[in-house]
């Protein structure tokens, strides 16, 4: 079956732009996560959604970043006024609940650069 | 706070010869340990997962990884690699209040040559 998507799979932005990066999960998936892997390091998590409602924001590095996923499916992490230590690989990942026994299946991610 | 040391950031091996990748974590309260791979261009895939018995654990395309209390470690094994086995692996940890949340460690770049 189709896995988790994200799109764009690439973005440039000049300094100060806003962005907008989508995540469509598998279907039926509960839970929902956003993770940030910087050039040569690991991914960092971000925030975590069980189906519309947004439970940890923890991760997110400023105000600049917020998420949604108003209908429980779709989400899109969002970047006001980019920095370039933005750039980074935002991947997205999703799991039927949020139990240790559900795996959490990511995305090819997307690259985004900050010029 | 928990958190996860991968102690090699690349590792290059020949092809047919066997592999440990390390990784230590430090943790309060009780964990669960992941090994994840990430092919270029692709996302992260699981390769085992540790969450309680055998603290032998066997994954996919011939992996396992050893748990060890004592020493904090979760170090990945393969008594053979294949050139297809080059990749970027990722030990993670699970646990505490809020165990749905993967902390990784930096990746080690795994590369089998000929």
């Known amino acids: 079956g189709a896995g988790v998507s994200q799109s764009p799979r690439y973005k440039v932005a000049k300094r100060g732009q806003d962005v907008a990066l989508r995540c469509d999960p598998i279907?039926?998936?509960?839970?929902l996560f956003w993770y940030q892997q910087a050039l040569g390091q690991g991914p960092e998590f971000l925030t975590y959604?069980?189906?519309?409602?947004?439970?940890?924001k923890s991760g997110l590095p400023s105000d600049r970043f917020f998420a949604e996923r108003p209908e429980g499916s779709v989400s899109t992490l969002k970047i006001q006024r980019t920095q370039q230590e933005d750039s980074a690989v935002y991947l997205c990942a999703s799991s039927k609940g949020a139990g240790l026994v559900n795996e959490q299946y990511f995305g090819p991610g997307t690259r985004l650069t900050v010029t | 706070a928990q958190s996860v040391t991968q102690l090699d950031s690349q590792v290059p091996v020949f092809e047919e010869a066997p592999v440990e990748l390390r990784c230590n974590y430090s943790s309060s309260v009780s964990v669960y340990l992941f090994w994840y791979v990430q092919y270029p261009n692709q996302g992260l895939q699981l390769l085992l997962k540790?969450?309680?018995?055998?603290?032998l654990v066997k994954g996919i395309n011939g992996f396992e990884a050893e748990f060890n209390k004592s020493q904090t470690s979760f170090h990945l094994r393969k008594p053979s690699v294949h050139i297809s086995d080059t990749a970027e692996y990722f030990c993670a940890v699970r646990g505490g209040g809020s165990n749905y949340k993967l902390t990784f460690g930096k990746g080690t770049l795994l590369t089998v040559n000929p």
């Open positions: 959604f069980q189906n519309e409602a947004q439970l940890d």
């Open positions: 279907s039926g998936h509960v839970s």
């Open positions: 540790y969450l309680s018995g055998s603290t």
